[in-house]
């Protein structure tokens, strides 16, 4: 997916508490969205909870982009000409419908509910997202990850995987990302990182065994939802700061409810991020942009019908790290 934003984010973050938490339990601090076009005149709108000034990153996870349900009808679906990433790994998740991945590594795959598709930029790569003909309701996440100094110019890549789901007392993971209920997903990342899907039952708890050494964020699809003692709504998302070994999430619904956990080992370095391209430097993006323009350093996507996307003018200022927040 490509970032319609190319200035820094406005501050929109709110902090909950709630006198009834367990004792022990993490603080969280609660991060509202905000709602981006994505592309022209039938723009489809996104909430994004990633990155803003309140909270830049959760481990590497750079950016959180949350859809739908939307009526492909009425919203026109997902058409994302080819565009180019640097320096990440793009995640794609979907809840329903169905979105026709190709890029310039050669892949052709679709996406599908509880299918991974995780796509490594390194160097550099292109790509184009469309939803299929036959998707009537789109809906999913899109989500980022900042690539490591070490690994930020390695080859392109592409992985899929189908994880299985965990059933639990009350609850139904699928583990995209890491490890979490002793379910392990094989799929390669550069740091250490975890990515779930949680569907709860109505009016239940789940107490879950997480890495202290982890930050977290639950992301809300649907239910009212409790982290830790700490109410959440839909598109909202939950911070928990690093040094907890539980996560308790509670279902206040009269249906199910359903989130994704994100999770990592906070992310030292500082980045500069700006349309699709993470870097360190303000040249870094500029050779990038170019390279973008007039080089051939991302290659070709074959198979989409129409024009790639044209990088945004650069602004006048010089960009300017993002550093994380403690």
């Not at 000409?81 to 794609?92: N, Y």
Request: charged content about 20%; some cysteine.
């Amino acid at each position: 997916m490509s970032r319609a934003e190319t200035k820094s984010t406005e501050v929109h973050r709110g902090t909950s508490s709630d006198d009834g938490r367990p004792a022990g339990a993490p603080q969280v601090e609660v991060l509202a969205a905000r709602d981006v076009p994505l592309g022209g005149p039938r723009a489809m709108t996104v909430r994004r909870t990633l990155p803003q000034r309140a909270r830049t990153l959760i481990g590497a996870w750079c950016f959180a982009d949350h859809y739908g349900p939307d009526a492909v009808e009425e919203s026109g679906g997902m058409d994302v000409a080819p565009h180019p990433h640097t320096g990440l790994q793009t995640v794609s998740w979907l809840f329903s419908g169905e979105i026709e991945h190709r890029d310039s590594l050669g892949s052709h795959a679709l996406v599908r509910p509880g299918e991974l598709n995780l796509m490594t930029g390194g160097h550099g790569i292109a790509h184009s997202e469309v939803s299929t003909p036959g998707t009537a309701v789109l809906h999913g996440v899109q989500l980022w990850v900042a690539l490591p100094d070490a690994h930020r110019n390695t080859a392109r890549d592409f992985q899929h995987h189908v994880p299985e789901p965990q059933l639990l007392d009350g609850a139904e993971l699928r583990v995209f990302l890491g490890c979490l209920a002793g379910a392990v997903s094989p799929v390669r990342t550069f740091t250490p990182l975890l990515g779930a899907e949680i569907l709860l039952a109505r009016h239940s708890a789940l107490t879950l065994t997480v890495d202290p050494h982890f930050e977290h964020g639950l992301l809300v699809d649907q239910g009212d939802i409790r982290l830790s003692g700490v109410p959440l709504r839909p598109a909202e998302l939950g911070y928990a700061h690093p040094g907890t070994d539980t996560l308790t999430i509670t279902n206040e619904s009269d249906g199910p409810a359903r989130t994704i956990l994100l999770g990592g080992t906070p992310f030292e370095e500082e980045i500069v991020m700006w349309w699709n391209f993470i870097g360190r430097s303000h040249e870094e993006i500029v050779q990038a942009r170019e390279d973008w323009m007039t080089g051939d350093r991302f290659g070709s996507v074959t198979g989409y019908d129409g024009e790639p996307l044209p990088a945004p003018e650069l602004p006048m200022v010089a960009l300017k790290p993002r550093r994380r927040v403690v």
